[in-house]
């Protein structure tokens, strides 16, 4: 009976992770929760293989839980899985490693979402040894693996402000991710472009400017040429990483507003015509009185450092027109936007 419950908890998992690629959360979350139940079922010794199997599903579960945004309920789902794997590992050493990573790597990532910066890089940082030690094995089945979590402990050291260690890592993610675009560009290429964008986005912040555009400039052409060859191929990538990409792209449907705060700065510093408020209104500058345009003119010009940041972590060719001697600043001055805006409030037209 024991067999026929894991084989069947085995299948609903698998039709789980076909579920989730159409987006079916409920349905996928339903096969999972039942692959678990049919494994908690049994009777089985701490430490064994088949207490192993309720650990991996219990990862699964997790994942599913934070791609639905129900965080509370993955971080015990998931810290109930740690706890299982720490013991198979210590048990069986030399099995469950790979398991015991990505199970650390996705718990951090849920507690990053939830703004525990501090405890997720700890995490980020257990995850990060043992992935090093499995891709000095074998490299070729963990080099990605190393890679994403790499990506993701610099994120989280660049958000609690260590941003020396930050660099270097997002430099040494793009390092490999380069590799493995070079090897399977559809595959990884995009994830390379995403890695070289986090790491222009640690030199912005350190005021490594010139750096920051040029790494810039490359992400940018990657994400073109990812475009023309179709990445990221879905059939290609394992369930957690699709479900990655698909949440991420529904957190921003649901959670940001259609004009995002990047979108006054691609769409609007490079024309000399319209500003668009806060209050969402789109006005013609030449047509706002002279103390709306001035207050227009002192907040673009009080940020630039923070309109620099923000474009260099889009996917558009922002900023343009950039030479190597530049600052966010003498950059700032010469957009479109700010000069018109100048002219008028010193006199000029309107």
Known sequence: MSARASDFATALSQTADL???DRRWDDALSHQLEAVRLLRARTVPEGSLEEAELGNALNDLGVLLETLGRWDEATVVLEEAIGILRRSVELRPGVHEPELARLLNSYAS???FLRESQESVRWFEEAGQVMRELERVNPEAFAADLAAVLGNLSTTLRRVDRCSEAAALAAESAERYRRLATA???LYRRR?????THQADCLAHRKHWHEAVLVKREAREHFWR???EGAIDPTLISRVEAAEHVRRA???????PSWAPEDHWIMLLDQEEVWKGK???????SEMDHSHRRNVLRFILSQPQGIFETLIRTESDQPEDWRPDDTPETWLVRRPLVRALDRLVNGGPG
Not at 279 to 285: A, H, M
């Open 19 to 21: 579920i989730v690629l």
């Open 110 to 112: 849920v507690l990053h």
């Open 184 to 186: 399977r560009p559809s």
């Open 192 to 196: 390379y472009a995403d890695a070289l």
């Open 226 to 228: 990812a475009g023309l």
């Open 250 to 256: 529904d957190l921003l449907r649901r959670d940001q």
């Open 279 to 285: 209050d969402g209104v789109v006005r013609q500058i």
